[in-house]
């Protein structure tokens, strides 16, 4: 009979301990919490291809700021570009504009050349004209493919969340030009 007491007053404890907790997650004025069911999602593929010109008289790139051991350093470590690159279809320069890649990126590894890019891709073309999806992550440049998250978006990829691929097409070591074939999974 003992033991059915200290049960039952176990249990009448841990009953008005959950009628408290769930008393004190009540909704608050400025917040509001919506319960549904999952919706359907839509996955999207997009392949384009990334042209970072450094060089020339129109660069898409430029250095705009830098440590002052940036020039001793292997990697870089420390430069700062900001960039306006075109996205094509192909990687010939000359084939059809998709949109742009704007933001910055900047030499972020000391033993090996890791960026980090903070850039958005906005498209020009078709449905996607207006809508952008942001890239924030590290991009090892000089590994053959690279994964890279996607963390937003806006227009058609509100909401966007996923990860893009990168390999590189052609690069120029002298100058630093370079070309890059994206291939971007987006689900939203």
Do not use: C
Not at 19 to 44: C, M, N, P
Not at 132 to 141: M, T
Not at 146 to 168: H, K, N, S
């Amino acid at each position: 009979m003992a033991k059915l007491s200290v049960v039952l007053i176990v249990l009448l404890f841990s009953l008005e301990a959950n009628i408290t907790l769930a008393q004190s997650f009540k909704e608050e004025k400025w917040a509001t919490r919506l319960k549904f069911q999952r919706a359907k999602e839509t996955v999207t593929n997009l392949q384009f291809y990334f042209h970072d010109t450094l060089s020339g008289k129109n660069p898409s790139a430029v250095r705009v700021a830098e440590a002052t051991e940036t020039e001793k350093s292997p990697t870089l470590f420390g430069v700062i570009m900001m960039a306006d690159d075109p996205l094509t279809e192909t990687p010939d320069p000359n084939s059809k504009l998709l949109g742009r890649a704007q933001g910055l990126y900047g030499s972020a590894g000391q033993q090996e050349m890791g960026l980090i890019m903070a850039m958005n891709f906005g498209f020009i073309d078709g449905i996607y004209n207006g809508s952008y999806i942001s890239l924030l992550g590290k991009n090892s440049a000089m590994h053959l493919v690279r994964e890279m998250p996607i963390v937003g978006g806006t227009g058609l990829f509100r909401l966007a969340r996923g990860y893009a691929i990168a390999q590189t097409h052609w690069i120029d070591f002298t100058t630093g030009d370079a070309i890059v074939g994206y291939n971007v999974t987006v689900v939203q």
